[in-house]
């Protein structure tokens, strides 16, 4: 047979009822990474997952210091870039070897990985401002590493073409989000809390076009962010028990709610580049108070953070709309965050995306080996709306294991 047998392989894949697909996300957080390995059947609205085995393979603090040396700043050393970019993508297919042997599965069973890689700097238009300047987003962690230490074909580099077809970059989990858990009948929003907190309406009539996702500001990264810095050793604030025992700054809270951001319609995107801790200091200086103690900064930071999330669901829902809000990500076990959220949405029913048949820590992972199932074995193209930032596209990038 003339012809790489690479591809040959990848066309018969892509011609089987069903795929065994890893699903690799590594988020803002820098906690690690979320490896799922699904069984994906079919394609499009006939598309079904089920999660076979889910493990979050988490980074030492070394690591996360060498991330966080290139991590959402203007000013960098390349060399340092270029060097993670590599060992990023050998460590997630290192991680990936382990799971396998963990799980006793066998590398040959696997059709794909699907890696999201970790996003160092997202740039669209409305953050960095620039004139006659595109959309961008950077991911690292190169694929083709991770194919050649697996020995397994990876699909990856998902939001580059999301950009180039028009969006922003993000977010991506619309279109899982729509695939996976539309339902005849019933409104939802998929509220997903990670470092950056977005969510994905999802019509009853399920039209794909009335379908969207936005990003709301901040989910998880400045209460992290800030738990570190006041609590050193500590990674976040667990159950947001600390922030539960302080008292609400409200003149520091209506200054951080008066960012342009929150002005925009939906959707938009954004991230750590702007919502930081330099964010809120600034905010501190401007309106001229001391800043405040680190209990009453958090529980300022969870009102924040959850009253521009709904303030972002009642704006993009339609006045008198009947809906569910579906939560999942590291901010959906902040037990105090959610306690605020519920307050907030008040006849709103509240509840976990675990009640939708998928762990809220696999789903991001879990969306991604869905894109890559679409990218293999989909049809023409994907679903979307370009007036909703959701082009109708399929995405990423195939690197071969030879």
Known sequence: MKGNPEIARLYNMSQ????????LMSGTSLDGLDVALCHVKGFGKKTEVSVLEFETVPYDEAFRTDIRRVFSKGEISLMDLTLLHARIG???GAMVLACLKQWRVATHRIDLIASHGQTVFHAPKSLHGLANQPNATLQIGDADHIAM????????????????AGGE??????????????KPGENRILLNIGGIANFTYLPGSTD??????TDTGPGNTLLDGFTQAYYPGMQYDKGGEIAKSGTVNPVLLAELKAHPFFDRNPPKTTGPELFNRSFVEDAVARIGIE?????????TLVW??????????????????????YASGGGSRNDYLMAVLSQLLDTIPLDYVESLGVSGDAKEAVLFAVLANEMVAGGDRMFG????????VKMGKISFPV
């Open 208 to 213: 794909a076009g009335e379908v969207f996702s």
């Open 385 to 392: 709306n370009e007036a909703m930032g959701t082009p109708k």
């Open 90 to 92: 050998t460590l997630h």
């Open 304 to 325: 924040f953070t959850a009253e521009t999330m709904v303030d972002c669901i009642r704006k993009a829902v339609k006045i008198g709309q009947e809906y569910r809000v």
């Open 291 to 299: 800043m405040p103690s680190p209990r009453d900064m958090l529980a």
């Open 169 to 182: 970059g993000a977010p991506l989990a619309v279109y899982g989000d729509y695939l996976m858990f539309s």
């Open 149 to 164: 230490k697996t020995g397994i074909t990876t699909v990856s580099d998902f939001r580059q073409k999301h950009i180039a």
């Open 16 to 23: 089987n009822a069903d795929r065994i697909i890893i699903g």
